[in-house]
Each structure stands twice: as C-alpha cells, then as structure tokens.
C-alpha cells in the first residue's frame, strides 16, 4: 500500500498528489516557450551576452525602456528555468547573467536556436496542433492543411515571410547536425567530388560542408521559391525543383531532415530519383 497524504476530509494516494503537481506541465506547459520568445524579441539574451559584467534589474530595464516590476517578473520566471542566472551582489540586490541556454538564444550566436523557436512558436506553426483532435478521428486533411489551407511548402510559396522564417529556422538546427557529422565522421566526406543537399533550404548545410570539406562541389536542390532566396556561396550551386520529378545527379545524395518528412512510400520515390 502506497502511503496517504491528508487534507482535511480527503486523503490522496503518493500518486495523487504527483498528479497533482504533474497537472500544471499539461495545463500551463505553454508557458516556458512564450516567455523565451518574449526574451528573444527583446533581446535580452544578445544584452546580457554582450555585457561585460552581470547587469542589475535597473540596468536592464534602462537599457529595454521598459517597465522594472514586468520584467521583474520575466526574469524570475526565466531564471527558474536556468536561461539566466542570478548573482547576489548583496543582501538585497541581484544582478543577471547570462547561461548555457541563454547563448542558444541570442540572435545570431554560432549555435543559436532563436529562430527555430520564433518559428516553432508562431501563430502559422501553432495553428495545425488545434486540429490534431479532427485528425485523429478521421479527418483526411493533415493538421497543417486543415489550418491554412495548403501544405506547408505552398503555404512558404505564397507566403514569403513565413517562408524565411522557415528556412532561418531550419538553418539553426542544420549548422548543429553538419557540425556533428563534419567533427564526428569527416572521413564519410572523403573522395567525394560532387554532393547534392535534397531537400536542402537555405543551402546552410552544403555551404558548412563544402567549407571544411573544399574539394567538393556542392548542390542545394530545394523547391524553387527556396532556392531563389538562398544567399550566394563560393563552390555550392543551387538547383530549384520537386525531388518528386528529379533530384540532380552527384557521387553522394545528402537528405538530412527530408526523409522523415514523407510518408515511406515517398521517402521509396525520391530515393529512387537519386
Ligand atoms: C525539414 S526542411 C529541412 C531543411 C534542411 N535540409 C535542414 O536540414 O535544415 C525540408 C526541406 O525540404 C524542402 N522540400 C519540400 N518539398 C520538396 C520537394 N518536393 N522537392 C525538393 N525539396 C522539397 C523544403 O522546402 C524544406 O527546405
């Protein structure tokens, strides 16, 4: 028998009160994102980054024009989450510093994740999780189409913005993983003369490979609204077109984070493309 806690006339199991804690993440589990975006728009990651020395709340209030007891309030918040920390300088005074996690937040840090959340937390990205319940029980249109009305490559076509915002966002997380395989296997680069990045976006990926690795001519093959904003870069060309009719010819096919985008039946008709 699991001990009881009390209350009153009502007596809770262990498990019951665990549940009664356990009830805030499902009910409120929104929040921590919210107010990381918060911060991010304000940029208080980049401040206190760039700082020399840890700031008091009066600094960083001066410094945002804000209101000190709002953002009072963010602070604590997000300092229990560890994305700031807090020093003590006396008894009654703190000042803030930056974290681990608040160097993944700030704008355009080498190993930033800011834009992958200010995407992952936009109205356009939330929209879909409102229409998983429909889904579930039959509904034939994904999440993503039952919200907007398209699938979320023409959703970027006709959207513009939201297509950047996409692509800043994919980039984040492209430069973690090419880092990865680059510094964990760069033997798997060699001897390789020409790499298609299917798929690809912004063309970061390819672009990082062909950096370390420059005896290689890169292709990013995305769709042709991406390819048209995908910045220049010295030995990457970029390729506009559906994988679906045609993937350029190259020694290796590169399909990070594509494959697990498509059904198996897909992921069988763009391998056979390659
Ligand atoms: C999840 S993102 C991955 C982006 C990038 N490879 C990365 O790892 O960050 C999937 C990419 O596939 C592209 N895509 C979608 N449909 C495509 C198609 N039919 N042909 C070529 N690329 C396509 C999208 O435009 C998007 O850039």
Not at 34 to 63: R, Y
Not at 106 to 133: F, I, Q, Y
Not at 224 to 235: I, K, M, N, Y
Request: aromatic share 8%.
């Amino acid at each position: 028998m699991g001990s009881e806690f009390k209350t009153g006339n009502n007596s809770f199991t262990n498990e019951e009160v665990a549940a009664q804690e356990e009830r805030w993440k499902f009910i409120l589990g929104f929040t921590p994102t919210a107010l990381v975006k918060c911060a991010i728009e304000l940029g208080i990651p980049d401040i206190l980054e760039n700082h020399e020395s840890p700031m008091t709340l009066a600094d960083l209030t001066l410094e945002l024009k804000c209101s000190q007891s709002t953002l009072y309030r963010i602070m604590r918040f997000l300092k229990h989450y560890k994305v700031f920390q807090e020093k003590p300088i006396s008894e009654t005074s703190v000042r803030y510093t930056r974290t681990p996690i608040s160097r993944l937040l700030t704008r355009n840090g080498k190993h930033s994740m800011a834009d992958l959340l200010l995407l992952e937390s936009t109205p356009v990205m939330l929209a879909p999780w409102h229409k998983l319940s429909a889904w579930v029980l039959g509904n034939e249109v994904l999440p993503f189409e039952a919200a907007h009305g398209n699938d979320l490559w023409g959703f970027g076509a006709e959207n513009p913005g939201h297509s950047k915002l996409f692509n800043d966002g994919m980039a984040c997380d492209a430069r973690a993983g090419v880092a990865a395989v680059i510094g964990g296997c760069p033997e798997v680069f060699e001897g390789v003369r020409t790499l298609v990045d299917v798929g690809g976006g912004d063309g970061t990926a390819i672009r990082l490979i062909v950096e370390a690795c420059p005896w290689i001519k890169g292709i990013n093959f995305d769709l042709p609204h991406v390819v048209s904003e995908a910045p220049e870069s010295e030995g990457v060309e970029h390729v506009g077109g559906s994988m679906f009719d045609h993937v350029p010819k190259a020694d290796v096919v590169y399909l990070m984070k594509v494959l697990h985008d498509w059904a198996d039946d897909d992921c069988i008709a763009i391998l056979k493309k390659c």
